[in-house]
Protein backbone atom coordinates (compact mmCIF):
# COMPACT_ATOMS: atom_id res chain seq x y z
CA UNK A 1 0.00 0.00 0.00
CA UNK A 2 1.18 3.91 -0.73
CA UNK A 3 3.40 5.23 1.79
CA UNK A 4 3.80 9.22 1.17
CA UNK A 5 5.94 10.71 3.67
CA UNK A 6 4.37 14.47 2.99
CA UNK A 7 1.58 15.27 0.35
CA UNK A 8 1.25 18.07 -1.71
CA UNK A 9 -1.24 20.25 -2.45
CA UNK A 10 -1.95 19.71 -5.46
CA UNK A 11 -2.71 16.19 -4.72
CA UNK A 12 -4.83 16.17 -1.88
CA UNK A 13 -8.20 14.20 -4.00
CA UNK A 14 -5.30 11.12 -3.15
CA UNK A 15 -6.83 11.15 0.39
CA UNK A 16 -10.15 10.07 -1.09
CA UNK A 17 -8.32 6.86 -2.47
CA UNK A 18 -10.74 3.00 -1.49
CA UNK A 19 -7.22 1.49 -0.36
CA UNK A 20 -5.62 1.52 3.00
CA UNK A 21 -2.20 4.19 2.81
CA UNK A 22 -0.16 6.29 5.21
CA UNK A 23 0.32 9.79 3.80
CA UNK A 24 1.36 12.78 5.84
CA UNK A 25 -0.36 16.14 5.24
CA UNK A 26 0.88 19.27 6.27
CA UNK A 27 -1.44 20.94 9.28
CA UNK A 28 -2.30 23.75 7.02
CA UNK A 29 -4.66 21.58 5.22
CA UNK A 30 -6.56 19.87 8.38
CA UNK A 31 -9.86 22.32 7.74
CA UNK A 32 -9.87 20.03 4.15
CA UNK A 33 -9.82 16.92 6.57
CA UNK A 34 -13.10 16.44 7.92
CA UNK A 35 -14.64 15.36 4.90
CA UNK A 36 -12.86 12.13 4.97
CA UNK A 37 -15.42 9.61 6.76
CA UNK A 38 -13.11 6.58 6.75
CA UNK A 39 -9.89 7.78 7.24
CA UNK A 40 -7.70 7.86 11.05
CA UNK A 41 -6.14 10.99 11.33
CA UNK A 42 -3.15 11.62 13.48
CA UNK A 43 -2.15 15.02 15.03
CA UNK A 44 1.25 14.32 15.42
CA UNK A 45 1.70 18.14 16.64
CA UNK A 46 -1.31 18.11 19.32
CA UNK A 47 -0.56 14.17 19.93
CA UNK A 48 -4.46 13.48 19.35
CA UNK A 49 -5.60 11.18 16.94
CA UNK A 50 -9.21 10.96 15.22
CA UNK A 51 -11.29 8.15 14.40
CA UNK A 52 -14.49 7.93 12.55
CA UNK A 53 -17.67 6.34 14.16
CA UNK A 54 -17.44 4.07 10.80
CA UNK A 55 -14.05 2.73 11.36
CA UNK A 56 -13.95 -0.80 14.26
CA UNK A 57 -10.42 -0.56 15.11
CA UNK A 58 -10.29 -4.63 16.84
CA UNK A 59 -7.98 -4.76 20.61
CA UNK A 60 -4.91 -6.84 20.43
CA UNK A 61 -5.94 -10.12 21.84
CA UNK A 62 -5.28 -10.37 25.96
CA UNK A 63 -2.82 -10.23 28.49
CA UNK A 64 -0.59 -9.07 24.97
CA UNK A 65 -2.52 -5.91 24.94
CA UNK A 66 -1.36 -4.80 28.65
CA UNK A 67 2.04 -6.35 28.44
CA UNK A 68 2.55 -3.96 25.64
CA UNK A 69 1.01 -1.22 27.03
CA UNK A 70 3.10 -1.50 30.41
CA UNK A 71 6.47 -2.09 28.02
CA UNK A 72 5.79 1.28 26.43
CA UNK A 73 4.79 3.37 29.75
CA UNK A 74 8.23 2.08 31.00
CA UNK A 75 9.98 3.01 27.70
CA UNK A 76 8.29 6.32 27.51
CA UNK A 77 7.37 7.51 30.91
CA UNK A 78 9.09 5.44 33.61
CA UNK A 79 8.37 8.06 36.49
CA UNK A 80 4.75 6.56 36.61
CA UNK A 81 6.10 3.15 37.52
CA UNK A 82 7.34 4.28 40.65
CA UNK A 83 5.00 7.34 41.37
CA UNK A 84 2.71 5.99 44.17
CA UNK A 85 5.79 5.68 46.19
CA UNK A 86 6.11 7.23 49.94
CA UNK A 87 10.17 7.30 48.78
CA UNK A 88 10.84 7.14 45.42
CA UNK A 89 13.62 6.33 44.35
CA UNK A 90 15.95 8.08 41.98
CA UNK A 91 14.55 10.02 38.93
CA UNK A 92 15.08 8.04 35.83
CA UNK A 93 15.69 10.04 33.14
CA UNK A 94 14.62 9.21 29.01
CA UNK A 95 17.10 7.41 26.42
CA UNK A 96 18.68 9.21 23.88
CA UNK A 97 16.22 10.14 21.41
CA UNK A 98 18.10 7.41 19.06
CA UNK A 99 17.96 5.03 21.69
CA UNK A 100 14.20 6.02 22.18
CA UNK A 101 13.51 4.73 18.96
CA UNK A 102 15.04 1.82 18.92
CA UNK A 103 13.23 0.97 22.34
CA UNK A 104 9.58 1.38 20.99
CA UNK A 105 10.90 -0.87 18.23
CA UNK A 106 12.56 -3.50 20.40
CA UNK A 107 8.77 -3.29 22.44
CA UNK A 108 6.45 -3.64 19.17
CA UNK A 109 9.17 -6.66 18.26
CA UNK A 110 8.93 -8.51 21.18
CA UNK A 111 4.82 -7.82 20.61
CA UNK A 112 4.98 -9.70 17.39
CA UNK A 113 7.25 -12.47 18.07
CA UNK A 114 4.42 -13.29 20.94
CA UNK A 115 1.89 -13.17 18.35
CA UNK A 116 3.63 -15.27 15.83
CA UNK A 117 5.06 -17.90 18.70
CA UNK A 118 4.75 -21.14 16.77
CA UNK A 119 3.82 -19.95 13.23
CA UNK A 120 6.67 -22.23 11.53
CA UNK A 121 4.71 -25.26 12.62
CA UNK A 122 1.51 -23.73 10.49
CA UNK A 123 3.76 -24.16 7.21
CA UNK A 124 3.01 -26.08 4.61
CA UNK A 125 5.41 -26.79 1.27
CA UNK A 126 3.05 -27.38 -1.35
CA UNK A 127 5.41 -29.01 -4.29
CA UNK A 128 2.76 -29.53 -7.15
CA UNK A 129 4.41 -26.63 -9.63
CA UNK A 130 8.14 -26.11 -10.41
CA UNK A 131 8.50 -23.54 -7.85
CA UNK A 132 7.34 -24.68 -4.58
CA UNK A 133 4.34 -22.80 -2.70
CA UNK A 134 4.03 -22.01 0.92
CA UNK A 135 1.08 -21.91 2.17
CA UNK A 136 -0.09 -20.93 6.07
CA UNK A 137 -2.62 -23.06 7.75
CA UNK A 138 -4.60 -20.04 9.43
CA UNK A 139 -7.27 -22.20 10.84
CA UNK A 140 -5.17 -24.71 12.97
CA UNK A 141 -3.07 -21.41 14.17
CA UNK A 142 -6.33 -19.17 15.31
CA UNK A 143 -7.30 -22.88 16.55
CA UNK A 144 -4.18 -23.99 18.56
CA UNK A 145 -3.31 -20.49 19.73
CA UNK A 146 -7.47 -20.75 20.94
CA UNK A 147 -8.06 -17.29 18.97
CA UNK A 148 -10.87 -18.29 16.26
CA UNK A 149 -13.19 -15.89 17.06
CA UNK A 150 -10.21 -12.66 17.63
CA UNK A 151 -11.03 -10.15 15.24
CA UNK A 152 -7.84 -8.78 15.15
CA UNK A 153 -5.66 -11.71 14.65
CA UNK A 154 -8.07 -12.85 12.02
CA UNK A 155 -7.65 -9.66 10.12
CA UNK A 156 -3.76 -9.68 10.45
CA UNK A 157 -3.86 -13.19 9.13
CA UNK A 158 -6.23 -11.99 6.25
CA UNK A 159 -4.16 -8.90 5.07
CA UNK A 160 -1.91 -8.70 2.52
CA UNK A 161 1.21 -7.87 4.36
CA UNK A 162 0.85 -11.47 6.28
CA UNK A 163 0.83 -13.04 3.06
CA UNK A 164 4.19 -10.93 1.79
CA UNK A 165 5.53 -12.30 5.60
CA UNK A 166 4.82 -15.88 4.55
CA UNK A 167 6.73 -15.70 0.99
CA UNK A 168 9.79 -13.67 2.59
CA UNK A 169 9.99 -15.70 5.83
CA UNK A 170 8.53 -18.99 4.95
CA UNK A 171 11.32 -20.92 3.14
CA UNK A 172 12.50 -22.96 5.73
CA UNK A 173 16.50 -22.21 4.15
CA UNK A 174 17.55 -18.26 4.18
CA UNK A 175 19.38 -15.96 5.84
CA UNK A 176 17.71 -15.36 9.35
CA UNK A 177 17.97 -12.29 11.52
CA UNK A 178 16.71 -10.84 15.03
CA UNK A 179 13.26 -11.57 14.25
CA UNK A 180 13.60 -15.48 14.02
CA UNK A 181 15.65 -15.92 17.35
CA UNK A 182 13.25 -13.93 19.39
CA UNK A 183 10.11 -15.93 17.78
CA UNK A 184 11.88 -19.16 18.37
CA UNK A 185 14.15 -19.20 21.17
CA UNK A 186 13.10 -15.93 23.95
CA UNK A 187 9.12 -16.38 23.75
CA UNK A 188 9.38 -18.03 26.54
CA UNK A 189 11.69 -16.24 28.87
CA UNK A 190 9.43 -13.25 27.53
CA UNK A 191 6.17 -14.75 29.50
CA UNK A 192 7.99 -15.26 32.38
CA UNK A 193 9.51 -11.74 32.46
CA UNK A 194 6.16 -10.56 32.73
CA UNK A 195 5.45 -12.07 35.81
CA UNK A 196 8.41 -11.03 37.26
CA UNK A 197 10.07 -6.98 38.49
CA UNK A 198 8.82 -4.31 35.61
CA UNK A 199 12.68 -3.30 36.24
CA UNK A 200 13.46 -6.92 34.47
CA UNK A 201 11.32 -6.15 31.57
CA UNK A 202 13.01 -2.68 31.09
CA UNK A 203 16.28 -4.43 30.95
CA UNK A 204 15.40 -6.65 28.16
CA UNK A 205 13.70 -3.92 26.02
CA UNK A 206 16.65 -1.86 26.52
CA UNK A 207 19.18 -5.08 25.41
CA UNK A 208 16.92 -5.70 22.11
CA UNK A 209 17.58 -1.74 21.58
CA UNK A 210 21.08 -1.58 21.77
CA UNK A 211 20.95 -4.57 19.20
CA UNK A 212 18.47 -3.05 17.11
CA UNK A 213 21.04 -0.10 16.90
CA UNK A 214 24.40 -2.21 16.45
CA UNK A 215 22.60 -3.56 13.70
CA UNK A 216 21.61 -0.30 11.91
CA UNK A 217 24.84 0.77 12.93
CA UNK A 218 27.28 -1.73 12.50
CA UNK A 219 30.61 -0.12 12.07
CA UNK A 220 30.50 3.23 14.76
CA UNK A 221 32.97 5.48 14.39
CA UNK A 222 34.23 8.83 15.74
CA UNK A 223 32.72 11.27 13.89
CA UNK A 224 35.13 13.96 12.94
CA UNK A 225 35.29 17.36 11.55
CA UNK A 226 36.77 17.16 7.79
CA UNK A 227 36.77 20.83 7.41
CA UNK A 228 38.67 22.74 10.28
CA UNK A 229 37.70 25.52 11.94
CA UNK A 230 38.65 28.78 10.98
CA UNK A 231 41.01 29.79 13.54
CA UNK A 232 40.43 32.64 15.39
CA UNK A 233 40.48 36.28 14.13
CA UNK A 234 40.63 34.77 10.58
CA UNK A 235 38.17 36.85 9.42
CA UNK A 236 40.72 40.36 10.24
CA UNK A 237 43.41 39.35 8.60
CA UNK A 238 44.16 41.07 5.10
CA UNK A 239 46.18 39.26 3.45
CA UNK A 240 43.74 36.47 2.53
CA UNK A 241 44.67 34.12 -0.53
CA UNK A 242 42.49 34.07 -3.62
CA UNK A 243 40.25 30.66 -3.48
CA UNK A 244 41.97 28.28 -6.27
CA UNK A 245 39.85 27.98 -9.45
CA UNK A 246 38.17 24.68 -10.14
CA UNK A 247 40.12 22.10 -13.39
CA UNK A 248 37.75 20.36 -15.08
CA UNK A 249 40.19 18.18 -16.16
CA UNK A 250 40.49 17.08 -12.24
CA UNK A 251 36.77 16.90 -11.17
CA UNK A 252 36.49 13.97 -14.04
CA UNK A 253 39.35 12.56 -12.39
CA UNK A 254 37.86 12.78 -9.14
CA UNK A 255 34.41 11.51 -10.29
CA UNK A 256 35.81 8.47 -12.32
CA UNK A 257 38.39 7.60 -9.35
CA UNK A 258 34.59 7.76 -7.34
CA UNK A 259 32.67 5.37 -10.12
CA UNK A 260 35.51 2.90 -10.13
CA UNK A 261 36.26 2.71 -6.32
CA UNK A 262 31.90 2.56 -6.23
CA UNK A 263 32.11 -0.77 -8.77
CA UNK A 264 35.06 -2.86 -7.09
CA UNK A 265 33.02 -2.75 -4.09
CA UNK A 266 29.68 -3.48 -5.32
CA UNK A 267 31.50 -6.65 -6.55
CA UNK A 268 33.08 -7.11 -3.22
CA UNK A 269 29.96 -7.13 -1.54
CA UNK A 270 29.30 -8.93 1.85
CA UNK A 271 26.91 -12.13 0.92
CA UNK A 272 23.99 -12.90 3.24
CA UNK A 273 24.73 -16.04 5.07
CA UNK A 274 22.14 -18.55 5.17
CA UNK A 275 21.01 -21.89 7.19
CA UNK A 276 18.22 -23.95 8.17
CA UNK A 277 15.78 -21.57 9.84
CA UNK A 278 14.89 -22.51 13.65
CA UNK A 279 11.23 -24.19 13.97
CA UNK A 280 11.17 -22.90 17.61
CA UNK A 281 8.36 -23.89 20.08
CA UNK A 282 5.03 -25.62 18.70
CA UNK A 283 1.68 -23.41 18.99
CA UNK A 284 0.58 -22.85 22.12
CA UNK A 285 -2.62 -20.96 23.39
CA UNK A 286 -2.36 -17.37 24.17
CA UNK A 287 -5.20 -17.45 26.69
CA UNK A 288 -5.72 -20.33 29.11
CA UNK A 289 -8.29 -22.82 27.86
CA UNK A 290 -8.48 -26.60 27.89
CA UNK A 291 -7.15 -28.36 24.78
CA UNK A 292 -9.75 -30.25 23.57
CA UNK A 293 -11.99 -26.61 23.13
CA UNK A 294 -8.67 -25.62 20.58
CA UNK A 295 -8.87 -28.89 18.46
CA UNK A 296 -12.63 -29.20 18.66
CA UNK A 297 -12.50 -25.70 17.03
CA UNK A 298 -9.82 -25.84 14.78
CA UNK A 299 -11.59 -28.87 13.16
CA UNK A 300 -14.59 -26.27 12.89
CA UNK A 301 -13.33 -24.06 11.16
CA UNK A 302 -10.83 -26.46 8.80
CA UNK A 303 -14.60 -27.43 7.86
CA UNK A 304 -16.20 -24.22 7.60
CA UNK A 305 -13.32 -23.06 5.22
CA UNK A 306 -13.46 -26.28 3.17
CA UNK A 307 -17.10 -26.00 2.46
CA UNK A 308 -17.21 -22.34 1.19
CA UNK A 309 -14.49 -23.16 -1.20
CA UNK A 310 -16.39 -25.76 -2.67
CA UNK A 311 -19.40 -23.60 -3.12
CA UNK A 312 -16.99 -20.45 -4.36
CA UNK A 313 -15.50 -23.26 -6.83
CA UNK A 314 -11.83 -22.88 -5.55
CA UNK A 315 -10.66 -26.30 -5.60
CA UNK A 316 -6.95 -25.82 -5.45
CA UNK A 317 -8.01 -24.34 -1.99
CA UNK A 318 -10.26 -27.15 -1.31
CA UNK A 319 -7.35 -29.62 -1.76
CA UNK A 320 -5.00 -27.71 0.28
Known amino acids: YPY ?18 IIGVHSVFCSELHDLLDVIIADLDGGTIKIPECIHLSPLPEPLLHQAQTALSLVLHPDLE ?17 MLD ?7 LRLFAQIFQGYRSCLQLIR ?8 FHKAAFLGQRGLIENDFLTKVLNGMAFAGFVSERGPPYRACDLFDELVSFEVERIKEEEKCDAQETLKRVKELAEQLFKNENPNPHMAFQKVPKPTEGSHLRVHILPFPNI ?51 RRL ?6 ISYIFENKILETEK
Open 128 to 135: IHAEPVIH
Open 82 to 98: VADYAFPPLRTSLSHIK
Open 4 to 21: IPILPAQLLEVLSSPTPF
Open 102 to 108: KEVRAVF
Open 247 to 297: KDPKVQELIQEAVHKNQNSAQTARLEKKCIVPAGSPVVSIVDKASTVFNSA
Open 301 to 306: EVVRNC
